[in-house]
């Protein structure tokens, strides 16, 4: 059974930092490509970052500069450090596990919840 567990959300101030972060199992996670998505209220959802099973990583131009996205394949998680939030990133933030070959495969955790405000 496939699992994602997002955690590391909450409520910080414009300005703070957080660093969320997503436990995968049930997947070969070393040849997914991770991401990050969020979904603000009355919003569609949106990319934020991924990095692919190379490290190849592709940022939000939202959030370049401020976030980060790593990997650490021998724990089967994923990171995303986010530094300098702003009011409009508050969002539920989604992890989610993909991956194309004969069949494209996509899993997603149930989302954990930033909000930026003073």
């Known amino acids: 059974q496939v699992q994602l567990v997002e955690s590391g959300g909450g409520l910080v101030q414009p300005g703070e930092s957080l660093k969320l972060s997503c436990a995968a199992s049930g997947i070969t996670f070393s040849i997914y490509t991770m991401g990050w998505y969020r979904q603000a209220p009355g919003k569609q959802r949106e990319l934020v970052a991924d990095?692919?099973?190379?490290?190849?990583?592709n940022y939000s131009e939202g959030v370049k500069g401020r976030f980060t996205i790593s990997r650490d394949n021998a724990k089967n998680t994923v990171y995303l450090q986010m530094n300098s939030l702003r009011p409009e990133d508050t969002a539920v933030y989604f992890c989610?596990?993909?991956?194309?070959?004969?069949?494209?495969?996509?899993?997603w955790g149930k989302g954990t919840l930033v909000t930026v405000s003073s």
């Open positions: 990095i692919r099973s190379g490290d190849r990583i």
């Open positions: 989610n596990a993909a991956y194309a070959g004969m069949f494209n495969i996509n899993y």
